[in-house]
T-cell receptor, first 112, second 114 residues
Framework: DGGITQSPKYLFRKEGQNVTLSCEQN?????MYWYRQDPGQGLRLIYY???????QKGDIAEGYSVSREKKESFPLTVTSAQKNPTAFYLCASSILRGYEQYFGPGTRLTVT | KQEVTQIPAALSVPEGENLVLNCSFT??????LQWFRQDPGKGLTSLLLIQSSQREQTSGRLNASLDKSSGRSTLYIAASQPGDSATYLC?????????????FGKGTLLTVNP
């Protein structure tokens, strides 16, 4: 089955700890994205990558970091510098120069 | 900066009713518009993508229309069912550069009552 997987589904961390969220796709898509979703707000773009070893900041990149060492993988690290990390995180991918984005099931991160 | 607005924020209808969800955007220079469905606690499921050159796109009981000049799109759901209950989101690519970044509306929460 082709698709996007995110793990874990739920993640709990103490304040001050870094945490890495996994995103893997087997759709052979070049572009991958990370969004954050908060209650009452639209999805906001954190980072995106159009090609391996290249990525760009989105609208709310502060306190986050990413890597793109493989085409199928785009992990997101939420660092201790992110002031309000508790949120629902969604990963997506699309064909480069195509437009339809496909989303994973999401990871709900709770930081206390 | 592109802004996307969805009205109404919430909608409750009886089963079998036809309904329309609205999406408006401020910058009409878009390549396409995408409609998604999101169930509680889940990721987004792509429903329809309508290209800027198209006026309509249909999939089963769903029909999306696009009027670029007025900055509006509608999602029509025919013969609604309880299983249609979800949040519906529309999104457009950012204008003036990369078409890979989507701007989302805040969604319409649809409840279809049996």
């Amino acid at each position: 089955d082709g698709g996007i997987t995110q793990s874990p589904k739920y993640l709990f961390r103490k304040e001050g700890q870094n945490v890495t969220l996994s995103c893997e796709q087997n759709l052979n898509h070049d572009a991958m994205y990370w969004y954050r979703q908060d209650p009452g707000q639209g999805l906001r773009l954190i980072y995106y990558s159009q090609i391996v070893n290249d990525f760009q900041k989105g609208d709310i990149a502060e306190g986050y970091s990413v890597s793109r060492e493989k085409k199928e993988s785009f992990p997101l690290t939420v660092t201790s510098a992110q002031k309000n990390p508790t949120a629902f995180y969604l990963c997506a991918s699309s064909i480069l120069r195509g437009y339809e984005q496909y989303f994973g099931p999401g990871t709900r991160l709770t930081v206390t | 900066k592109q802004e996307v607005t969805q009205i109404p924020a919430a909608l409750s209808v009886p089963e079998g009713e036809n309904l329309v969800l609205n999406c408006s955007f401020t910058d009409s220079a878009i390549y396409n518009l995408q409609w998604f469905r999101q169930d509680p606690g889940k990721g987004l499921t792509s429903l329809l993508l309508i290209q800027s050159s198209q006026r309509e796109q249909t999939s089963g009981r769903l029909n999306a229309s696009l009027d670029k000049s007025s900055g509006r799109s509608t999602l029509y759901i025919a013969a609604s069912q309880p299983g249609d209950s979800a949040t519906y989101l529309c999104a457009v690519p950012n204008s003036g550069g990369s078409n890979y970044k989507l701007t989302f509306g805040k969604g319409t929460l649809l409840t279809v009552n049996p």
